[in-house]
Each structure stands twice: as structure tokens, then as C-alpha cells.
């Protein structure tokens, strides 16, 4: 490509004022000479020329294709119905035809669900990061391939900085139809053992007015009913325990509906204690018999109601009244009045003595089998005739004593039951192939478990130390000593009394944590990583099905990685919900936000990014019609429209690389020289002549 360039000698100022000068002269010049003067005014304009050093410039030039961007919208809303494939088949026939534009390169840009958060589809923004390294000017146009349903819509093209059309091919059918379940409140955090209020709203279009809503609680339905669509409607739950209560709301689907991921709404309510409620009755004094109450003074969320039971109510002797005790042991209103107020009753070595009538068994029988813990921590009394296994309390307790009682050193030992419960796996200071690094117990009362009750904790002899058992809703604990105070106090470096102790505390009091057969997933704070931990008693745990919100299915195959817990990670593929399941146990687990921004409108919509792409000079369309997909036409538009009724274009820049250039001064050089020099002596032949001849 040749071109004409100047450089100038003097700055562009002064050669315009000499320029002036020059044409000034000029003028003088013919009309003082006539057409004589002409010559001087062309050697002044020779001059001038020379002073604004003119040259040929001769680029070699390779031309460079244009970028058309291709985004294809590959976010959850996608997947919906035959979204997907439509998105695949009208990719494909795009690369086809781009294919015939030798003067375009496109670039296609698949956009998935972000990886974390809620933040919905964002097209606009994988645009921006695609196209940063290319030039504004070389940019043709641009293509999304997208259902309507974007969230980072902006006001327009240039205000991304881009002067290209935008055409928008819209998936999907305009005549969808869908169903689903919007919450409207949606409390985080309930008190174990209320009720509280959720409030809902079924939404549809082209429904029925009315739908079947079931209710379940992590896992189990609770409630079922026929409610009208488009209304707010309430439901109350119980809050049954601490820790995570799921709630799931699920609507039924209508026939033919676009997808029922959205059918399902998920709440999540942290279920917490007012207060743990604790009646501590104490009987003999003894060494120990305030490291129960020192541990459960120490933690805030315990009601402690602490009784020590000195005699018998019958005993007479000669203390003086003002020397009793002033405050009488409240039993009618303890064990029959406000029982149930009560999470655990714990007796620390105590001795039936008649303070408690046998009706006052019968019902703290039936407080533990209707919800209630039991413990009792039993001491030498526990082994005579005084003992509370000779009461009603028999038929729930774990273990019978034999009436002995050994007395002398022993470690506490996890058995093999008891290195797989909760209450005692992992014990600091525990290993498996070692003697525990714990202090000794210098007494244990001798007994034999129920049938079908495996000790988790032995002790001299090989005696039963610790025992659980279950009885219909409610828990029963037994242990044979009375020694735990030696760890606590530091005897031969003491032990793990306190993760002892509270562990089984709060196994009584069902904490989820700590149970014995449990399915349990979280996100481990890596990407959509999910890792899920199977609590078992058994030797091996059964494979985990993980399904996920769009119903996806897959099977998860679960490791040792210590007795009695087993577990796994995975990669979740889909932002929601993901419910696992391993035999009658449920877990759950939300990979990014419970109910996903991208499902809370489904509909494929034309209209959204109508604004900014005809605004731009594009087009905006649908795919499908009933004659199948129709893929626009693709040409090169130089000037006037950028779209018609079957085709979108694209406008070229002409953008090119330069390889190379080469300069040839015009008034430069011997020619150059002699040509001007020529040019004054033909002014002075001339005007010489002219003066002979006058």
C-alpha cells in the first residue's frame, strides 16, 4: 500500500505562515509581471513543499481476521428441558457456518454456573474477560446463545467499552409451563421442642389453581395438604432437636412442567436449647461427688438442680432441728410434677433408702421411655441390697450387678464396641495398638450387661465399666465406678475425664453429633468439594447415594478412616441441594446457596436483553419455532442494517499487521536539489528575456 506523508523541517506554524507569505508574493507577483510572476510563485511553492519534507510511504500489510465473540450460556437454567440440546445443535451449525467467513475468527465461550455463590448467570462479565486481549475496533460482533435469563445486564454495549452489534439467540419455547414453591419467611432459628411458623407461596403458569404441598423433616413427612396456587399459605414444625432440622416444601409437579428442581424449597433451621435441664441427685459423700456438678456448672447452657440425700426421712436421732437442713427434698414435685421438665436425671451414688416411693421409679420409667436420659453413676452401694438395680429402675438399666465389688488399679480400656462409639472413639490419649496413657481406677462394681448390650468401656477383670442402652424414645447409662474424680484430679496424670463425661452428658441428651448410627456431608471449604462421614457400629458401612437437585443420581463407595467411621469426598457437579442417603439414614448438603438465584425464574424471556442488543444495532430471537431450530444466516455488513429476518451480521474493521515499511523522501537528496535548482534558473531565463524584450 502506497501512501503520501509529510515530515516536516519547521514546525507546522511557521510553514503556514510562510505559506501565507508565499501566496501574498504571489499575488504581487502576477499582477505586477503578469504571467511571469507565475514562475516565482511556483519556485517560492517548490520551496515550501521541500521545507515540509514530503515522502511515499510503502507499508507491506497482512491482513488479520476479526473476532466475533460466541457465548453460550451454559448455567443451571440451561439445562432445563431440551435446553441443552438445542444449545448443542445451534453451537454446532454456528462453528459451520462461521466457517464460511474467512474473514472472521469466532470465539466461543462456554459460561457455566459460577462455582460458589448466588450471583446467578453472568454473561456480560465472561464477555469482558474473553475479549481482553483483543482491540475494540477489531471486534465484529457479537453472538449469545443463552435462554434470556441473565443477571448482569448492563445499560449497554458501550458502556462495557464495545461498539459491536449484539444478536441474541433465545433457547427454550414461549409457551413453557412450570410450577414452583417460593418461601416468603423462612426463619433460620428455632428452640428445641417449639413449634414455629414457615409461610409459603406456590407460583405457576399454565397450572391448575391448586396443588398437593408435602412437608417432611429431615426426611420423614410430617404434613400434607391441598393448598390454592398464588396465595401465601403457613406451616407449623417442631424444632426436634439441636443442630441442623431440614425442611423440605415440596409442591407437585404439573404434567409436562419445563423442570421440577424449583417444585422443592429447602429450609435449614438451627435447632437450639434454651436451656439443659439436669436434676443431679447425689446420695453418699465421696471424693467425687462434685466433679458432676463441676462439669455441668461449667457449661452455661445447663439448668443445674443439684440434691444431696444425707438419710433417710424415717431415721431418727438426736440433731437438733436447727442443724437440719431448712429446704426438704421437693421428691412429689421432682419425679411427678416436673419430671418431664427435665433432659437427664443423673444419681451419683445413690442408695435406695426410701426417700423415693417404687411409684416414683415407675414414673422415671416412663420419663425415659417416653424422651427421657437416665444415668447413674454407681458406686460400692450399687452392689448390695440398697442398690437401684433391686428398684423398677431394673428393667431399664444396661447391667445387673453380682454383688461384688473389686478394688484395685486398672485402666480404663475402649473395648471393641466402645472404639466405634461416638462417646468413646478417639479418646485423648487413646491408640489402638497401646496401653491408654491414663491414669488408673482403683474401683469397679462387678456385673454383667443385659443380653444384646455390649459394655463400651472395661475395666479390671475385664468387667463392664460403661454400658448404653436405648429404651423406646429414651437413654440409659450406667457406669461401675466412681473413680472418674482420680483423672480429674490429676492422679498418675489423670485422663480425658471431661471429653468422658460430657460426651456421654450429651449422648443422654441426644446431641446428633454423637450418635451411634449417623450420615452426615459438608462442604470442606474447597470448591464444590463435599465430604460425607458415615457413623456406624457395624464393621463396614453400606455405599451412599448422593442425588443431586436436577435428580441426578450417583453411588458413593465409603473408606475406613477409623473404627466405626467411615468416609468419602466428591465433586459436586450442580449448585443446590444435594440429598444423600444410605439405608434409612438421610443427610443433606447445599452446594452454594440452598435455592439458587439461576431456578427462581425459569422461563426463557426474549425480552431482557432486548434493550441493549437492538440498541447496539443487533437482534434478538428465538431458536425454536414449530418448524424445528432456525439458525440465522451469518454475513459481513459493511454499512446500513445489521440483521434481517433471517440472518445477523457482522461489520468488518479492515484491521491489518504491518510487516514492514519503506520511505522515500520527496525533497531530499541530489535530485531534489537539482530539481529546485532548476526550477530558480528557469525563473531567471525567463525574466531575463523578459527585460531584453522591454
Excluded at 446467578?120 to 471486534?139: H, I, M, S
Excluded at 418461601?183 to 407460583?203: D, S
Excluded at 462434685?290 to 445447663?302: C, E, G, I, P, Y
Excluded at 437427664?344 to 427421657?372: C, H, M, T
Aim: a neutral charge; hydrophobic letters at 45%.
Amino acid at each position: 500500500m502506497l501512501s503520501l506523508s509529510f515530515t516536516p523541517l519547521l514546525p507546522w506554524p511557521v510553514l503556514a505562515g510562510f505559506g501565507i507569505v508565499v501566496a501574498l508574493l504571489g499575488v504581487m507577483a502576477v499582477l505586477a509581471r503578469g504571467r511571469v510572476g507565475l514562475l516565482r510563485v511556483a519556485v517560492l511553492a517548490l520551496v515550501l513543499a521541500a521545507l515540509a519534507n514530503p515522502a511515499l510511504v510503502r507499508e507491506d500489510r497482512e491482513p488479520v481476521k476479526d473476532v466475533a465473540a460466541v457465548i453460550v450460556d451454559r448455567s443451571g437454567s440451561q439445562a432445563l428441558g431440551d435446553r441443552p440440546q438445542m444449545t448443542d445443535q445451534v453451537r454446532a451449525e454456528l462453528q459451520r457456518r462461521f466457517g464460511a467467513l474467512t474473514t472472521i475468527e469466532p470465539r466461543f465461550i462456554d459460561v457455566p454456573d459460577a462455582p460458589e455463590g448466588d450471583d446467578g448467570t453472568k454473561l456480560f462479565a465472561a464477555l469482558g474477560q474473553a475479549l481482553a486481549d483483543v482491540p475494540p475496533e477489531r471486534l465484529a460482533g457479537v453472538v449469545m446463545l443463552t435462554d434470556g435469563v441473565v443477571h448482569d445486564i448492563p445499560a449497554s454495549m458501550a458502556a462495557l467499552g464495545l461498539k459491536a452489534p449484539l444478536h441474541v439467540l433465545v433457547t427454550g419455547h414461549a409457551d413453557e409451563r412450570d410450577r414452583q414453591i417460593k418461601l416468603l419467611e423462612a426463619p433460620r432459628f428455632g428452640i428445641v421442642g417449639r413449634e414455629l411458623t414457615i409461610r409459603a407461596e406456590v407460583m405457576e403458569r399454565g397450572g391448575t389453581g391448586s396443588a398437593v404441598v408435602t412437608v417432611r423433616r429431615d426426611g420423614e413427612e410430617i404434613d400434607r395438604r391441598t393448598v390454592p396456587t398464588g396465595r401465601p399459605f403457613p406451616l407449623t414444625t417442631r424444632i426436634e432437636h439441636g443442630g441442623p432440622n431440614v425442611v423440605e416444601i415440596e409442591v407437585e409437579p404439573l404434567p409436562g412442567e419445563l423442570t421440577t428442581v424449583n417444585n422443592r424449597a429447602i429450609l435449614p433451621i438451627e435447632g437450639i436449647r434454651e436451656k439443659l435441664r439436669v436434676l443431679l441427685v447425689s446420695g453418699e459423700p465421696h471424693q467425687g461427688e462434685r466433679t458432676w456438678r463441676n462439669l455441668l456448672k461449667s457449661d452455661a447452657n445447663v439448668d443445674l438442680v443439684h440434691f444431696t440425700i444425707l438419710r433417710p426421712p424415717e431415721k431418727q436421732d438426736g440433731t437438733p432441728i436447727s442443724e437440719l437442713s431448712l429446704i426438704a427434698f421437693p421428691t412429689r414435685e421432682l419425679f411427678v410434677q416436673k419430671i418431664k421438665d427435665f433432659d437427664l436425671i443423673i444419681f451419683d451414688r445413690y442408695a435406695n433408702q426410701s426417700v423415693l416411693p417404687q411409684a416414683y421409679f415407675d414414673n422415671i420409667v416412663r420419663y425415659v421411655r417416653e424422651g427421657g436420659a437416665l444415668l447413674i453413676a454407681a458406686g460400692p452401694e450399687f452392689a448390695g441390697p440398697a442398690s437401684l438395680a433391686r428398684t423398677r429402675l431394673a428393667g431399664i438399666l444396661p447391667g445387673d450387678p453380682n454383688g461384688g465389688v473389686v478394688e484395685r488399679a486398672y485402666k480404663a480400656t475402649p473395648t471393641a464396641t466402645g472404639q466405634r462409639h461416638p462417646v468413646t472413639r478417639a479418646l485423648p490419649g487413646w491408640q489402638a495398638d497401646k496401653p491408654p496413657a491414663w491414669g488408673d481406677w482403683l474401683r469397679i462394681v462387678a456385673a454383667q450387661t443385659r443380653a444384646g448390650v455390649q459394655p463400651i468401656l472395661s475395666g479390671a477383670d475385664n468387667l463392664p465399666l460403661l454400658a448404653l442402652t436405648r429404651e423406646d424414645k429414651g437413654r440409659v447409662a450406667l457406669l461401675l465406678s466412681d473413680h472418674a474424680w482420680l483423672w480429674a484430679r490429676g492422679y498418675q496424670e489423670g485422663g480425658p475425664y471431661l471429653d468422658l463425661l460430657r460426651r456421654l452428658a450429651h449422648w443422654l441428651m441426644k446431641e446428633p453429633a454423637l450418635e451411634e448410627e449417623a450420615l452426615r456431608a459438608q462442604m470442606t471449604g474447597h470448591g464444590r468439594e463435599v465430604r460425607v462421614e458415615r457413623q456406624t457400629m457395624g464393621d463396614t458401612a453400606e455405599p451412599v447415594t448422593v442425588t443431586g437437585p436436577t435428580g441426578r443420581a450417583r453411588t458413593l463407595t465409603l473408606t475406613q478412616a477409623e473404627p466405626g467411621l467411615f468416609s468419602a469426598t466428591f465433586e459436586a457437579s450442580e449448585l443446590g441441594l444435594h440429598t444423600l442417603r444410605a439405608g434409612s439414614l438421610v443427610a443433606f448438603v447445599s452446594v452454594g446457596p440452598t435455592n439458587p438465584r439461576e431456578l427462581a425464574d425459569v422461563f426463557s424471556d426474549p425480552e431482557r436483553l432486548r434493550p441493549v442488543a437492538e440498541a447496539s444495532g443487533g437482534s434478538v430471537r428465538r431458536v425454536a419455532d414449530s418448524g424445528g431450530l432456525q439458525v440465522p444466516r451469518l454475513q459481513s455488513v459493511r454499512s446500513g442494517r445489521l440483521a434481517g429476518a433471517d440472518w445477523i451480521g457482522f461489520r468488518p474493521s479492515d484491521s491489518a499487521n504491518i510487516l514492514g515499511v519503506e520511505v522515500y523522501p520527496l525533497a531530499l537528496g541530489l535530485w531534489a536539489l537539482a530539481g529546485l535548482a532548476a526550477a530558480v534558473l528557469a525563473m531567471w531565463l525567463v525574466e531575463g528575456r523578459r527585460g531584453r524584450a522591454t
